[in-house]
């Protein structure tokens, strides 16, 4: 089970999760410290590490819509946070898949803050409200990317199976 720390509207954009202002920062072990920079509260608990691996945020329709930063998914990445929005923008979705972030499609979801949630394969409970949300599940080929932890640990592993290692 998981806790929602944080929700969004639709159409959030990557300027929002990370604000151009920071681009010259570009180490993923950096980028976590500008996440949701413009929400001061927000950003606080996550440099406070006062978030939990594994909490969720959760958004709306068209989350990360805009530039094509990879920096907005490996901020959320350093903060082990899972992603549940209604949906994603392509380019965002496809940085959080080459980089490991947990991401979870599920159109109807309502959840606030406090909220527990279960993230099953097809499914996902709010455990505080009694409500099931059914999830578009992602091809099994991307899932098995984000699972290795994104596509250079999951090409490693295939080179070092192809290898016979």
Do not use: W
């Amino acid at each position: 089970m998981a806790t929602v720390v944080y929700t969004v509207g639709d159409d959030i954009s990557t300027d929002v999760i990370y604000p151009g202002r920071y681009m010259a920062t570009v180490l993923p072990t950096e980028t976590p410290q500008f996440a949701f920079a413009d929400d001061a509260a927000f950003n606080a608990q996550l440099k406070a590490h006062a978030v939990s691996a594994g909490s969720v945020l959760v958004g709306g329709k068209n989350f990360g819509c805009g530039s094509s930063r990879e920096q907005a998914v490996s901020c959320l990445n350093g903060h082990e946070l899972t992603i549940v929005a209604r949906g994603f923008a392509r380019i965002f979705l496809q940085n959080a898949i080459n980089l490991g972030l947990r991401v979870v499609v599920c159109p109807t979801i309502v959840a606030a803050v406090g909220d527990d949630l279960t993230i099953a394969a097809t499914e996902v409970v709010n455990e505080t409200k009694g409500q099931r949300f059914p999830i578009v599940p992602l091809p099994q080929s991307r899932q098995a990317i984000i699972d290795a932890g994104g596509l250079i640990p999951f090409t490693r592993q295939r080179l070092l199976v192809e290898k016979g290692s």
